[in-house]
């Protein structure tokens, strides 16, 4: 028998589960249709080389305190200085993961009295570090600059003060659609305020270079960018890119860059390698290209799916327990794709998140739809 403190605990997980809403950790299996190891990074030979001759040359695989108590160690200040200058930046911070950078970010620079304005679709971490924030914070409907424009003006009319932060991601990791970029930068500079673009998804795979979906609008001097290193670049941490300004506030005012032990150094040297891979061998964005054109053309003609024009390729499904169940069976095919269900996306749209690597190859793309046509009609009868 349970003990009776733990009853509470039990009952929300026994109400998710009812719902189809429980999670549970489940192994690697199958073929990667799941991951964000978009351009096969991950366990590139190269990398992991690299990573090798970092331990053969004596960098320590832990910071052994924060940056500011001796952790600060040169694989992080190396980092920095290259990833600053790949991404044409005039400053870059190095965090342990894409969801501290955005905690430490919301909760620091927008101050008292300003606003953030932000996609209601934005990542969980920025809703996070909005929600520690001492501003004022609106979301408004996904994708549309207008509705941007409008609550800033709304709050301006009703006595706001300060600067508004209008928050985004470039690419959208459930829907796999892109926002636009350069719209909200103009919107930005018309109000006065800034901008915070959320790369996760779009590193090292969209913009010029593998940049970015807002490369070439950092110089403005008003743009925060975001570019996490465990999607596309096969590591882990985040680089935040800002003017010196603000990196040096965060510095000295963002509670969990400061108290926090520093990413590992040898992850460090792994994200530096990483960064010279993208540029070195552009040929993995364009057989990326290539396989996510593959992977639309084949969605549409067989399933009738209109494709996001991007990587991250969404199948709706609306029921959980349905898409927990379609899931279930590609994986047990040989596929490994997830089930995707609130809070994660909004009530009603619970989906399978598709994901195109690297990994995979045309041949099993196509399989995969085959079987996945076959599995959504067998649901419906």
């Excluded at 096969?40 to 690299?50: E, M, T, Y």
């Excluded at 090798?52 to 052994?64: C, F, L």
């Excluded at 995979?360 to 599995?375: C, K, P, S």
């Amino acid at each position: 028998m349970s003990s009776p403190a733990l009853a509470r605990y039990e009952a929300t997980l026994d109400g998710l589960a009812r719902r189809s809403r429980i999670r549970a950790l489940a192994p690697q299996h199958g073929v990667d249709f799941t991951s964000n190891d978009y351009l096969g990074l991950a366990n590139a030979p190269r990398l992991k080389a690299a990573i090798a001759a970092a331990i053969d040359r004596g960098v320590s695989a832990g910071a052994g305190g924060s940056r500011l108590l001796r952790g600060n160690h040169p694989e992080h200040e190396a980092l920095e200085a290259e990833a600053a200058a790949f991404f044409r930046v005039e400053r870059v911070l190095y965090f342990g993961s894409g969801f501290a950078a955005n905690v430490a970010l919301f909760s620091s620079l927008p101050q008292r009295d300003d606003l953030i304005v932000h996609d209601a679709l934005i990542h969980a971490s920025a809703h996070d570090g909005i929600a520690a924030s001492k501003a004022e914070a609106v979301a408004v409907p996904h994708n549309e600059v207008d509705a941007f424009d409008r609550a800033i003006r709304r709050w301006r009319k009703a006595g706001g003060k300060g600067r508004p932060w209008i928050a985004v991601e470039s690419l959208y990791s459930m829907d796999g659609d892109q926002a636009t970029v350069a719209d909200l930068a103009d919107l930005a500079d018309r109000h006065d305020g800034f901008l915070v673009v959320d790369e996760a998804h779009a590193s090292g795979v969209f913009g010029p270079g593998g940049r970015g979906l807002a490369s070439g609008l950092e110089s403005r001097g008003n743009i925060v960018v975001l570019h996490t290193c465990g999607k596309a670049l096969g590591v882990s941490g985040a680089l935040l890119g800002l003017p010196s300004v603000l990196a040096d506030y965060l510095i000295n005012r963002a509670r969990n860059f400061i108290y926090s032990t520093a990413p590992s150094p040898l992850m460090a040297s792994g994200v530096r390698e990483a960064l010279r891979m993208i540029a070195d061998e552009p040929e993995r964005r364009m057989r990326l290209e290539g396989l996510k054109n593959f992977a639309g053309e084949q969605l549409s003609s067989r399933l009738g799916i209109s494709p996001s024009g991007s990587q991250i390729l969404p199948v709706m499904i609306g029921d959980n327990a349905r898409s927990l169940r379609i899931a279930d069976r590609m994986r047990a095919e040989g596929y490994d794709i997830r089930a995707i269900r609130p809070p994660t996306v909004p009530e009603g749209t619970a989906r399978l998140r598709i994901s195109i690597t690297l990994n995979v190859d045309e041949e099993q793309i196509a399989d995969m739809v085959q079987r996945l046509a076959t599995a959504l009609e067998e649901e419906r009868s």
